[in-house]
């Protein structure tokens, strides 16, 4: 069993900064980690993924160049850093794991989620 707990939500304006973690207990030994958002009334979509090693990251369009995910291992800890951020960015972030390296951008490959953590941006 894996177990996820989000942070670092808040409410900030436009073009503001935030960094999200992610800290996981249990066997993580060689998980591949991700971000999730669900924005309200919206299916929940991919943000950026990393594999174990921390050597592999992809990023979903529209937030490419302005967040970026990374991973201390020796914490158990996954985080994400969210730069210029936009309105459209409001959304319940969630964490996620899965052992597989294929389809990442998929809900359906995570094994394990997080409860989320909420991201409000005010124009």
């Known amino acids: 069993q894996v177990q996820l707990v989000e942070s670092g939500g808040g409410l900030v304006q436009a073009g503001d900064s935030l960094r999200l973690s992610c800290a996981a207990s249990g066997r993580t030994l060689g998980y591949r980690m991700a971000w999730f958002r669900q924005a309200p009334g919206k299916e929940r979509e991919f943000v950026a993924t990393?594999?174990?090693?921390?050597?592999?990251?992809d990023y979903e369009d529209s937030v490419k160049g302005r967040f970026t995910i990374s991973r201390d291992n020796a914490k158990n800890t996954v985080y994400l850093q969210m730069n210029s951020l936009k309105p459209e960015d409001t959304a319940l972030y969630y964490c996620?794991?899965?052992?597989?390296?294929?389809?990442?951008?998929?809900?359906?490959?995570?094994?394990?989620w997080g409860q989320g953590t909420r991201v409000t941006v005010s124009s």
């Open positions: 996620a794991t899965t052992k597989r390296g294929t389809n990442l951008s998929q809900r359906s490959v995570y094994d394990y």
């Open positions: 990393i594999s174990w090693s921390g050597g592999s990251t």
